[in-house]
Nanobody, 126 residues
Framework: QVQLVESGGGLVQAGGSLRVSCAASGLTFSRYGMGWFRQAPGKEREFVAAISWSGGSTTYADSVKGRFTISRDNAKNTVYLQMHSLKPEDTAVYYC???????????????????WGQGTQVTVSS
């Protein structure tokens, strides 16, 4: 079965950096667009970043643009989210998601994704 397993979350001070990873199995990873979402306590899950199946196209939420970078390694079936200049408002559970789509159009809605990981906690202290 399809599994998406996030790792790399933790506690970091404001202004610091962190990289979270998502290892995929049970699917042909190179045929899937990937996304990162996050959910803070009491808030809805929100889009963070997305990357096309080839890695050639990316898009970001305005709140993280210039600070976060999404990337993927299809040989390792892994997608990454590198986060710099972290702020307390970045505190959330971060989820990766997979979308069975081989085009270049990137989507930001949760309902467009087929599979989800269990999430990894990122906490930014002030």
């Amino acid at each position: 079965q399809v599994q998406l397993v996030e790792s790399g979350g933790g506690l970091v001070q404001a202004g610091g950096s962190l990289r979270v990873s998502c290892a995929a199995s049970g699917l042909t990873f190179s045929r899937y667009g990937m996304g990162w979402f996050r959910q803070a306590p009491g808030k809805e899950r929100e889009f963070v970043a997305a990357i096309s199946w080839s890695g050639g196209s990316t898009t970001y939420a305005d709140s993280v643009k210039g600070r976060f970078t999404i990337s993927r390694d299809n040989a390792k079936n892994t997608v990454y989210l590198q986060m710099h200049s972290l702020k307390p408002e970045d505190t959330a559970v971060y989820y990766c998601a997979a979308r069975n789509y081989q085009g270049t159009i990137l989507v930001v809605t949760t309902t467009s994704y087929d599979y989800w990981g269990q999430g990894t906690q990122v906490t930014v202290s002030s």
